[in-house]
């Protein structure tokens, strides 16, 4: 399997909410995964912020990152 390194600099829902779903679709397809997160990317390592702002196509953060959390998918800020 690949390592792949999921990186988010970018604050806005969309942006996060995207790297949140790759990162878990890596993991759960079996590969080496870790999450950085620099700039406005940062923004979403507080755990006070709300996931549940919708993207353009109705997913949200709480889909995705709760599992890299459970599953200990590091996650670098």
């Known amino acids: ?3 792949i390194t999921v990186y988010l600099k970018r ?5 996060a909410t995207r790297a949140f779903q790759m990162a878990k679709v890596a993991h759960s ?4 995964t ?3 997160m620099s ?3 940062v923004y979403w390592a507080d755990k006070n912020r709300s996931l549940d702002e919708k993207t353009g196509t ?3 953060a709480s ?3 709760p599992y890299l959390v459970e599953n ?3 996650i670098y800020v």
């Open 11 to 15: 604050g806005d829902v969309d942006a």
């Open 63 to 65: 889909e995705f990152l």
């Open 39 to 41: 700039d406005d990317g």
């Open 58 to 60: 109705n997913d949200t």
């Open 1 to 3: 399997m690949a390592t």
């Open 34 to 36: 870790s999450l950085f």
């Open 29 to 32: 397809q079996g590969h080496q």
């Open 72 to 74: 200990e998918v590091p």
